[in-house]
C-alpha cells in the first residue's frame, strides 16, 4: 500500500534556528515527490516537485532533497513568517493524477 | 485572476440532508480535483476530472457524487450526508495530469468547512 509519513507532527524553532522536515514514503514506483505549505484556514501552496533520487530544489530559505525513501525540507534562519504546516505528496507511477499526501508537519517560529 | 474559488465557505447540515459544493477555475486547467481534510489524517482525494467530460474516483469516493459542468467548473454532492463527512473539502486545479520534469503544480480554492450533525 502507497503511504506518507512526515516527522515530526510538530516542530518549534527559534528564529534563526535551522532544522529540517522529514518526509518517508512507500511507493510502487515514483511519478514524483511534492511539498506544499498550509497556512490556518487556507488552501495548500505549491512550493517544489522532485523526481529522481538527488534532485534538489531551493526557495529563499528552504531545499528540498529527495533519496529513494524520503525527502527532506531543510529551513535555513527561519523565520516567523515560515510558521505554517509543511505537507508532503507523492504521485505514484499508476497514476498521472493521484497524490497521496502526508498529515504534515506543523513548524512555529517564535521571534 | 481569482484562481481556484469554492462555494460556501462554511456549512452546517443534518444528517440525511443533501448539499452541493461548487468549485470554479479561472487558469484555463484541464484537470480538476475534490479533496478532504481530516485532523490528523492529511488531505485524501475524493474524485478527480482529468479532463473535460470524464471523472474518475479517487481514495475516498463513497458518499460523494461529482459533475464536470464545463472547462472551468467541478461540482461535489453529498446525497445524503452522514456526521462522518464532517471535513474541510478542497477544490483543485492542475494545467494537465503530472509530467515528468515540469512543475505539475495543483492549484487549491480556499476551502469549505462542512459539519454535520
Known amino acids: 500500500e502507497d503511504q506518507v509519513t512526515q516527522s515530526p507532527e510538530a516542530l518549534r524553532l527559534q528564529e534563526g534556528e535551522s532544522s529540517s522536515l522529514n518526509c518517508s514514503y512507500t511507493?510502487?514506483?515514483?511519478?514524483?515527490l511534492f511539498w506544499y505549505r498550509q497556512d490556518p484556514g487556507k488552501g495548500p501552496e505549491f512550493l517544489f516537485t522532485l523526481y529522481s533520487a538527488g534532485e534538489e530544489k531551493e526557495k529563499e530559505r528552504l531545499k528540498a532533497t529527495l533519496t529513494k525513501k524520503e525527502s527532506f525540507l531543510h529551513i535555513t534562519a527561519p523565520k516567523p513568517e515560515d510558521s505554517a504546516t509543511y505537507l508532503c505528496a507523492v504521485a505514484p507511477m499508476d497514476s498521472s493524477y493521484k497524490l497521496i499526501f502526508g498529515s504534515g508537519t506543523r513548524l512555529l517560529v517564535r521571534p | 485572476n481569482a484562481g481556484v474559488t469554492q462555494t460556501p465557505k462554511f456549512q452546517v447540515l443534518k444528517t440525511g440532508q443533501s448539499m452541493t459544493l461548487q468549485c470554479a477555475q479561472d487558469m484555463n486547467h484541464n484537470s480538476m480535483y475534490w479533496y478532504r481534510q481530516d485532523p490528523g489524517m492529511g488531505l485524501r482525494l475524493i474524485y478527480y476530472s482529468a479532463s473535460e467530460g470524464t471523472t474518475d474516483k479517487g481514495e475516498v469516493p463513497n458518499g460523494y457524487n461529482v459533475s464536470r459542468l464545463n472547462k472551468r467548473e467541478f461540482s461535489l454532492r453529498l446525497e445524503s450526508a452522514a456526521p462522518s463527512q464532517t471535513s474541510v473539502y478542497f477544490c483543485?486545479?492542475?494545467?494537465?495530469?503530472?509530467?515528468?520534469?515540469?512543475?505539475?503544480?495543483?492549484?487549491f480554492g480556499p476551502g469549505t468547512r462542512l459539519t454535520v450533525l
Open positions: 483543485a486545479s492542475s494545467e494537465s495530469g503530472i509530467k515528468a520534469g515540469v512543475r505539475n503544480e495543483q492549484f
Open positions: 511507493v510502487s514506483g515514483l511519478r514524483g
